[in-house]
């Protein structure tokens, strides 16, 4: 019902920086929640930053002030600004969307709607 794209993903050097991208379907784009979660090598997906339709922002604390997620609901798109990268911040990223209270941004089980992943590799 909701396709969600990421794009963007890439190498990089630590503390370069990389934009991800994530279009979305049009329908109801602009009232949905929208994520992104991420999955390093040999551990299990991790929330990474959230934005609800309302307007609540939340960032898990390890990107505090390195990455920023934004988004354009003229052009059905979800962002993240990844500055000062870290070697750990390498892993698959995800973008997810859904009608969630702000509550739930953080908690990737509530999010029906998921992208198929985009590879960024930050190296030393």
């Known amino acids: 019902q909701v396709q969600l794209v990421e794009s963007g993903g890439g190498s990089v050097q630590a503390g370069g920086s990389l934009r991800l991208s994530c279009a979305a379907s049009?329908?109801?784009?602009?009232?949905?929640?929208m994520g992104w979660f991420r999955q390093p090598p040999g551990k299990e997906r991790e929330f990474v930053a959230g934005?609800?339709?309302?307007?609540?922002?939340y960032y898990a604390d390890s990107v505090k002030g390195r990455f920023t997620i934004s988004r354009d609901n003229a052009k059905n798109t979800l962002y993240l600004q990844m500055n000062a990268m870290k070697p750990e911040d390498t892993a698959i990223y995800y973008c997810?969307?859904?009608?969630?209270?702000?509550?739930?941004?953080?908690?990737?089980?509530?999010?029906?709607?998921w992208g198929q992943g985009t590879q960024v590799t930050v190296s030393s």
């Open positions: 997810a969307a859904g009608a969630l209270w702000a509550a739930q941004l953080m908690n990737g089980s509530m999010y029906p709607y």
């Open positions: 049009r329908r109801t784009f602009s009232s949905y929640s």
């Open positions: 934005i609800w339709s309302g307007g609540p922002i």
